[in-house]
């Protein structure tokens, strides 16, 4: 089994480590921390070392109730730490869901597009939206992740009862639309989208079921990394503090659970402390 990105097949026989590179002010866990060049670089070089597989730059914050940014002020973040990054020697990916800011990142030599609004959101300029980009891509890596509502408003009105029916079929057909537009399926990963528009007990939930979601057949990216409902099952709420590092064993906790039920890729914060648990699991599972 491999996922075939722009220059990489990556091989998912064994669990991939994405390690998270936010180009932000204000994402909820990191947001400021590695806001210019030369600090993102630094932390691509850290995270390599520390055994990530493969990196996801992004230059928006998607939290919940995040200012959505315009265009131009995402590839000005991006691009040029994507333009540096893109020489480490890992695939990266790029975290959009602007057709624009895709097409300028795929055209710099990026490997993936993470998307979560799966393809659906489309520039209000021009009418484009990213299936037309990565449609026209020769080989480029896709990941479409599940998401109620939008980033601004989707944890007001989370979604009601059982959510697993209604995540299956929506990345049953954004799947199925990107294979009507000439992707091969190798190039596609889903992701469930924890946290975005779900209340804690569905986000456990579609962890405690992630095995139904492989009927689908494609692989799956598990992005569990510093959640709230990680800190909202595992932290007292006298116990918990500012900032999200607290979160860090109920993360690796939900990494290996993911990849224990099926996930081939782990998006993760922590890239150390994920690296080191999956070698443990990797030894326990093959003894």
């Known amino acids: 089994m491999h996922w075939q990105t722009s220059r990489f097949q990556i091989d998912l026989t064994r669990p991939q ?3 998270i590179v936010n180009v ?6 990191d947001g400021g921390l590695h806001a210019t060049t030369a600090d993102a670089l630094r932390h691509c070089e850290a995270l390599i070392r520390q055994g990530a597989d493969l ?24 691009l040029p730490v994507l333009r540096e ?9 790029v975290d959009t869901y602007k057709p624009e800011v895709m097409q300028a990142a795929l055209d710099l030599g990026a490997d993936i597009i993470n ?3 799966a393809l659906r959101w489309r520039d ?22 599940h998401m109620h509502g939008e980033p601004t408003t989707m944890q007001r009105s989370p979604m009601d009862g059982d959510v697993l029916p209604e995540v299956l079929l929506f990345l049953q057909r954004q799947a199925q639309a990107l294979l009507a537009l000439g992707v091969e399926k190798a190039r596609i990963l ?27 057949g494609y692989p799956l990216l ?8 990680l800190a909202a099952m595992a932290t007292p709420a006298a116990e918990r503090v500012a900032g999200t590092h607290e979160r860090l064993l109920p993360s690796v906790a939900a990494a290996l659970i993911a990849v224990e039920r099926g996930a081939r890729v782990v998006r993760v914060h922590d890239v150390s402390a994920t690296v080191q648990a999956l070698k443990v699991w990797t030894a326990a599972s093959q003894g």
């Open 24 to 29: 932000t002010p204000d994402s909820f866990s």
């Open 190 to 216: 889903l992701d469930p989208g924890p946290g975005f528009g779900k209340t804690v007990a569905q986000n456990f939930s579609l962890l405690s079921r992630q095995r139904e979601l492989l009927a689908l």
């Open 222 to 229: 598990a992005a569990w990394s510093r959640k709230s409902s």
């Open 85 to 93: 990054a893109v020489r480490l020697g890992v695939p990266i990916s």
């Open 17 to 19: 480590v994405m390690g």
């Open 115 to 117: 998307d979560i609004w």
């Open 124 to 145: 209000p300029a021009n009418g484009l939206a990213g299936a037309d980009v990565v449609g026209r891509h020769p080989r480029c890596g896709i990941c479409l992740m």
């Open 55 to 78: 990196l996801d730059i992004g230059g928006e914050s998607t939290r919940p109730g995040a200012t959505p940014l315009s265009a131009a002020d995402e590839l000005a973040r991006v």
